[in-house]
């Protein structure tokens, strides 16, 4: 009972915006200097956990209480890119993975859509032109025989201020896939977004 109080419980974000001001907090990064990093570590806990947690699971399962997800962030003007690790999910499996446009909520769909560098006019986004790695922070991994994972993905752009949140877990790799974990992750943006 206390391990999953403390599992709950350990989420951390460490912002560092260069060249900007000082970093924001746990609702949102720093724009408008030369360069921002973020580094976002929790535990997943169920929706309905007593201790909150900015790490949520809807798939136990797949995405365990207590699994670990770390999101890091590094942006310049020269582009973005973002690292994904977990451990503890399901040994041996593929997932898909995206950066979302809201944060995690108890409602899997509360984090929105994918967030996307030219955003499609007709949402729900589904047109392949707009849907795409290229486009989209894809963050696709398969778990090893010991449940962890990583994957990175770099873009010439940036985040728009506020309008990258979290970053979700799918059951499938790909666009598409039910949404089975979430971690709500302030991303910054740089020289304004």
């Not at 030369?34 to 309905?48: K, Q």
């Not at 090893?144 to 506020?162: K, P």
Request: aromatic content about 6%; overall charge negative; proline content about 8%.
């Amino acid at each position: 009972m206390m391990a999953g109080m403390l599992a709950g419980a350990m989420a951390t974000a460490v912002l560092a915006a260069v060249g900007g001001g000082p970093a924001g907090g746990e609702g949102g990064g720093t724009g408008g200097g030369d360069s921002f990093e973020l580094r976002t570590v929790a535990h997943f806990s169920p929706p309905s956990a007593t201790v909150p947690s900015h790490a949520l699971t809807y798939d136990k399962d797949l995405v365990p209480p207590g699994a670990r997800i770390e999101v890091q962030q590094n942006s310049d003007r020269r582009g973005t890119t973002v690292s994904l690790h977990v451990s503890g999910v399901r040994p041996g499996y593929a997932f898909g993975a995206h950066v979302h446009t809201k944060p995690c909520a108890k409602d899997p769909a509360a984090a929105g859509g994918h967030y996307q560098n030219r955003v499609d006019p007709v949402q729900p986004s589904t047109d392949p032109e707009y849907v795409n790695p290229q486009n989209e922070v894809w963050l696709d991994f398969t778990s090893d025989a010991h449940g962890a994972g990583e994957a990175r993905a770099h873009h010439t752009w940036g985040f728009r201020s506020g309008q990258a949140r979290s970053v979700v877990l799918h059951d499938e790799p790909g666009s598409k896939g039910a949404r089975v974990a979430c971690l709500t992750v302030p991303f910054g943006a740089v020289g304004g977004g």
